[in-house]
């Protein structure tokens, strides 16, 4: 992305309002002594050296259904941007479900004919995600599954999972007020599986509804509001270390250089930085590297800064700059998916 759409833009007007008040409950007690330990000198910093665009966190959803959800979580998704579906009918899921098998199954016999409706070796499901969504005028989540046929002589052994992935949008107000009737506003779409079937699945997708998909990579400087967000957020059991992986440039060989952080570390330095509990801003997030990078350089002598940031990890989700990631906490599902859903709407318009 050449130009930063997502997080760096604050919601405006009674979006803006009404994220701020779910963003009330997130508010938490002032950091315990043991955070000032964290580079005190971090107080003397300006901010007004930076320019000041507000975003709002989302606060931990406990209402969210655990089973229906649990298939998100703890897997990589490839990330993909996708314009709005023209034409497409919650109604006629099974339809579109004996379409695309038998699409699927026409390309994998290299254009012979297929009948609808036939038996096939790929069982295609669709199903609507009713609380993968964020207002009222996000549409319902929809999640596409590819199954092999179990060969075996028992009709109640079960399929075998080959490939899933699901359209969402979290929060796509900007999107979803904009598009004309007969248009459904699904922009962000995760696959699971083999490349060749999420290419299937697309081109079925995009011949049948009229919409281009698009890989959404994930620019260093999200990388680094992510890792800010993340760690800002606070875990009731413990979590993993907060980590951040650097690829240096220029060099004949490849070098990687992994950065780890304690978790209880990062948020004490999250709370010395953020001004406003629940609300974060660009420049925070600037001050928040800039502390990793000074720290680090002072036991290393490395200038981070001048390497390239590829990957974020904690205990909420993981993000790599190919568009990968991993969600790792069910109640944070929301604020996550709502992040992803700026960045591809960002790469939409």
């Known amino acids: 992305m050449a130009a930063r759409r997502g997080p760096a833009r604050g919601p405006t007007g009674a979006r803006f309002e009404r994220r701020r008040r779910a963003a009330a409950a997130m508010a938490e007690e002032p950091p ?15 901010r007004g050296l930076f320019n000041l665009i507000p975003s709002v966190l989302f606060p ?29 009918r919650r109604g006629c899921l099974r339809d579109y479900a004996r379409l695309l098998s038998a699409f699927i199954a026409a390309e994998k016999q290299k254009g012979l004919a297929v009948e609808v409706g036939v038996e096939l070796d790929i069982k295609v499901a669709l199903s609507s995600l009713a609380d993968l969504r964020g207002s009222e005028l996000d549409q319902a989540g929809l999640l596409v599954q590819l199954s092999s046929r179990s060969r075996a002589s028992s009709r109640n052994s079960e399929d075998k999972l080959l490939w899933s992935g699901w359209f969402c949008s979290m929060f796509g107000d900007d999107l979803s007020e904009n598009v004309p009737e007969n248009f459904t506003c699904l922009p962000l779409f995760l696959t699971h599986g083999a490349e060749s079937y999420t290419a299937l699945v697309g081109s079925w997708f995009q011949k049948t509804f009229d919409c281009c998909f698009r890989r959404l990579a994930i620019s260093p400087l999200n990388l680094s509001w992510m890792v800010a967000m993340w760690a800002g957020y606070k875990l009731e059991r413990a979590a993993s270390a907060v980590e951040l992986v650097f690829s240096m440039p220029r060099l004949s060989h490849p070098l990687d250089i992994s950065y780890a952080i ?11 930085v953020q001004k406003t509990p629940g609300e974060i801003t660009q420049g925070e997030v600037a001050i928040f590297m ?8 002072r036991h290393f002598k490395i200038h981070l800064s001048a390497a390239k940031l590829v990957k974020v990890s904690t205990g909420i989700a993981s993000a790599h700059c190919d568009g990968i990631v991993k969600i790792l906490h069910s109640q944070y599902l929301p604020g996550v998916l709502m992040l992803l859903t700026e960045l591809a709407i960002s790469q939409i318009q």
Not at 32 to 46: C, H, I, K, N, V
Not at 262 to 272: G, N, V
């Open 32 to 46: 315990e002594d043991g955070a000032a330990r964290t580079l005190p000198s971090l107080r003397q910093l300006s």
């Open 60 to 88: 931990p959803q406990e209402n969210l259904d655990a089973q229906k959800t649990a298939f998100v979580l703890r897997k990589a998704w490839t990330l993909y941007s996708v314009t709005p579906l023209y034409g497409f």
């Open 262 to 272: 304690h978790p209880e570390d990062a948020k004490a330095l999250w709370d010395t």
């Open 290 to 297: 800039d502390c990793l990078y000074a720290h680090f350089h």
